[in-house]
């Protein structure tokens, strides 16, 4: 009884919102006593509504009252101290919103610290004490504390729910296994749960596996990012370092040229000041000499006319006019023309450069590629807007519906002359070059290849040199009427299946995938191919020398380009 004096003391000089003893006590005007902080703290949060209240008989005040040091409870706090009376234990907590609270106690509930589901009841350490002690109370059986302890009870009969039906995979009493589950697979709940505790421990098993390859796996990953951001940034600072030395070279060129520039416009414009000194001089004494001619016409004195004549007569050697022959004013026009050509030429190659550049960049694919579409409304994900190129198509081809149809014409077309357009064999390719996933389609008649190839194939000379599928920079799906085949290399492969008068076209240039599709009600494959493409590709068209033979690139719905 003593022990539990001392307790009822002890809660009395616990505050009520920390639960601990209380500290600088100080008692406000409804007479409850709070640790100063505490208070401070609850009445700071109700600042914004303008009213302050008691947290435990909720009285309200108008001005935020005045906080004075209780200094009695205070030395009373302290004595207690000294008798060696602490805090509360844990056990003896009162339970809050998230706790679950014990049934037994009243007015203001303790924590539970166990569950009974045999009295379907949650017990605080003091009213637990019975089912440690008595005996028949010894055999319940005691959970952590539990809010859900009335789910295990049947709403129709009242009773503790201990047995599982299989039959409709759910908790039953043992009243509904005589009733509606009658006839139904049966068990204890208690054997269930020994079964489902099996599976559990061999899915737990299954996901720490799986746990640890994922971890693995994101290890490896994370070790990937570290050699790809590596790999990156020498690659930047390596080609840093190269265009600074193209940038060095090209400046050190310039400089070179304009030195002798500079040089041979000294050269040139000193030999022209000093023909220019000559000619002056000449002048200077023919003006002289005609002054004096001049002087001697009007001498009356025949003889001294012909003494003078004979010396004053004579004229100085001229300079040689051929010497002074201007050639056509081009200056160094020449240089600006050769530098010029020399700008041109670096740019093709910078350009033709940049695109493998770009293409091994983005060949940098450190996971799988994604795998093929299923369906074409997984192939128009990666539709590409493609058009024909007019500087590529042979003359015999008419190029029309803003260059993506190309129709064979008997006679000649105006094109004007270029060294991309094909001589020899009757086709055309895009103007688009293609990377990453692309997907196309081209409606057909008569008869026509349809291609990819890369853009150096070339466009003059044998059909095995520039015909596509005849050689190693081009693959071709020929298409007649009555069947198909694929070709590369000059080499050919018949494919079997009946083709519609739409192909489709998917390409993975990383993943060196090329596949040729029938298109009708829905998506046939024809043929794959698997390589490694080292260069962009570019779409391509080619026709027979028949009247009527049209290819056409189709509009699809661009959903995205990739």
């Given at each position: ?111 539970a610290v166990k569950s009974c589901l045999m009295c379907l009841v949650s017990y605080c350490e003091k009213h637990l004490q019975p089912h440690y002690d008595a005996a028949p109370l010894k055999k319940h059986k005691l959970v952590e504390p539990s809010k859900k302890l009335q789910e295990t009870i049947c709403s129709r009969h ?156 004579r004229l100085s050697e001229s300079t040689d006019s051929s010497s002074i022959n201007i050639r056509p004013l081009r200056y160094f026009e020449d240089v600006t023309a050769a530098v010029s050509e020399l700008r041109d030429i670096l740019q093709d190659i910078l350009s033709e ?210």
């Amino acid at each position: 009884m003593a022990q539990q004096g001392n307790q009822l003391d002890q809660e009395k000089f616990c505050c009520s919102i920390c639960l601990d003893l209380l500290k600088d006590p100080v008692t406000i005007p409804c007479g409850h006593s709070y640790c100063m902080n505490c208070i401070k703290t609850h009445w700071d949060g109700e600042d914004e509504k303008k009213i302050h209240s008691c947290p435990q008989c909720r009285k309200i005040f108008t001005l935020r009252p005045d906080l004075v040091k209780n200094t009695m409870l205070a030395d009373l706090v302290e004595e207690l101290k000294k008798t060696g009376l602490q805090a509360a234990p844990a056990d003896r907590c009162y339970a809050g919103p998230e706790d679950v609270a014990c049934d037994f106690c009243t007015g203001r509930k303790l924590k539970a610290v166990k569950s009974c589901l045999m009295c379907l009841v949650s017990y605080c350490e003091k009213h637990l004490q019975p089912h440690y002690d008595a005996a028949p109370l010894k055999k319940h059986k005691l959970v952590e504390p539990s809010k859900k302890l009335q789910e295990t009870i049947c709403s129709r009969h009242d009773e503790v729910m201990k047995m599982f039906c299989r039959t409709d995979q759910q908790c039953i009493c043992y009243l509904c296994s005589m009733d509606e589950h009658k006839g139904h697979d049966t068990v204890s709940a208690a054997a269930e749960r020994t079964e489902r505790q099996r599976e559990l421990e061999l899915s737990q098993q299954k996901i720490q596996q799986r746990i640890q390859d994922r971890e693995k796996d994101v290890k490896v990953l994370q070790q990937e990012v570290e050699a790809i951001n590596g790999s990156a940034d020498k690659a930047v600072e390596d080609s840093e370092k190269i265009f600074k030395e193209l940038i060095h070279l090209i400046k050190k060129i310039n400089s070179g040229v304009k030195q002798q520039i500079r040089s041979q416009q000294e050269t040139e414009v000193s030999r022209v000041k000093e023909l220019q000194e000559k000619l002056e001089q000449e002048i200077t004494e023919l003006k002289r000499k005609d002054a004096e001619l001049k002087q001697l016409s009007h001498t009356e004195d025949h003889t001294q006319f012909l003494h003078n004549y004979p010396s004053l007569s004579r004229l100085s050697e001229s300079t040689d006019s051929s010497s002074i022959n201007i050639r056509p004013l081009r200056y160094f026009e020449d240089v600006t023309a050769a530098v010029s050509e020399l700008r041109d030429i670096l740019q093709d190659i910078l350009s033709e450069t940049w695109t493998n550049i770009s293409l091994t960049v983005t060949e940098v694919d450190v996971l799988l590629s994604q795998p093929e579409p299923k369906t074409r409304a997984g192939f128009l994900e990666y539709s590409q807007k493609i058009t024909l190129d007019p500087n590529t198509a042979h003359t015999h081809l008419l190029l029309s519906k803003g260059n993506r149809k190309a129709t064979f014409m008997s006679e000649q077309q105006s094109y004007s002359s270029h060294p991309d357009r094909f001589t020899s064999c009757l086709q055309v390719l895009s103007r688009e070059s293609l990377t990453g996933r692309c997907y196309w389609e081209v409606g057909w008649r008569g008869g026509v290849s349809v291609a990819v190839a890369y853009k150096n194939i070339s466009r003059t000379g044998s059909w095995d040199e520039c015909g596509f599928g005849l050689n190693d920079k081009s693959w071709a799906l020929n298409c007649h009427q009555n069947s198909c085949t694929i070709w590369f290399n000059n080499i050919s492969t018949p494919i079997s299946g009946s083709q519609s008068s739409r192909l489709g076209v998917y390409l993975d240039h990383s993943a060196g995938i090329l596949s040729f599709y029938s298109v009708s009600e829905t998506m046939t494959l024809l043929h794959r191919v698997q390589t490694t493409f080292t260069q962009p590709l570019h779409a391509g068209l080619l026709l027979t020398w028949c009247n009527g033979d049209t290819a056409e690139l189709c509009k699809l719905k661009y959903t995205k380009v990739i």
